[in-house]
């Protein structure tokens, strides 16, 4: 199907290690990338290709995936990473650009 | 670095269009990305609008095709959204962002966004 797939609400402990899933068939095809996004703020590159990061985003960030399923994972939480997540990829079969329904993540 | 500026009206009347332009700084439109506009109906998920290359040519998502015009002006070094017929639920923030199709693809950078609100 020509969509992406992302668990609405997660939560970690603080410092804690939390994965984040976004799933879709597109994902056998691309790489995701990832944004961060703060409220009241426009979304942040986190993550493009297999596990490539801008700069100044921090090495606790990873990517990851197999099949049809991508990941994103924080090793060793922090506050200032409690935010929304979104996956993006590419469906081109149609040529036109998913976004997964976000997941909000909760620093705890 | 390149830098995005989205501006146009941030209200608009319900049956009329919407109109946004987002300038390009610090690089030139006339590069091997493609250039994207994204939005965000309040408290929801990012929606994919369409992209455009420096040539003219266009994608645009298939839920808003019909009424989704996008534009780019190279002298200006800015592309631009036209959205018609607009209702409240296109009431957003409107984002426009540099879109890399490479073997792998992003968006980077965005811009600020701009609430674009559809109300009489």
């Known amino acids: 199907s020509s969509e992406l797939t992302q668990d609405p609400a997660v939560s970690v402990a603080l410092g804690q290690t939390v994965r984040i899933t976004c799933q879709g068939d597109?994902?056998?095809?691309?790489?995701p990338s990832w944004y961060q996004q703060k409220p009241g703020q426009a979304p942040v590159l986190v993550i493009y290709?297999?596990?490539s990061r801008p700069s100044g985003i921090p090495d606790r960030i990873s990517g990851s995936g197999s099949g049809n399923k991508a990941f994103l994972t924080i090793t060793g939480a922090q506050a200032e990473d409690e935010a929304d997540y979104y996956c993006?990829?590419?469906?081109?079969?149609?040529?036109?650009?998913?976004f997964g329904g976000g997941t909000k993540l909760t620093v705890l | 670095q390149v830098q995005l500026q989205e501006s146009g009206p941030g209200l608009v009347k319900p049956s009329e269009t919407l109109s946004l332009t987002c300038a390009v700084s610090g690089g030139s439109i006339n590069n091997n990305d493609w250039w994207s506009w994204v939005r965000q109906p309040p408290g929801k998920g990012l929606e994919w609008i369409g992209e455009i290359f420096h040539s003219g040519n266009t994608n645009y998502n298939p839920s808003l095709k019909s009424r989704v015009t996008i534009s780019v002006d190279k002298s200006k070094n800015q592309f631009s959204l036209e959205l018609t017929s607009v209702t409240a639920a296109d009431t957003a923030v409107y984002y426009c962002?540099?879109?890399?199709?490479?073997?792998?693809?992003?968006?980077?950078?965005w811009g600020q966004g701009t609430l674009v609100t559809v109300s009489s």
């Open positions: 597109s994902l056998r095809s691309y790489y």
């Open positions: 993006n990829s590419r469906d081109t079969s149609h040529n036109h650009v998913l």
């Open positions: 290709g297999e596990d």
């Open positions: 962002a540099n879109y890399k199709r490479r073997n792998v693809n992003w968006f980077d950078p």
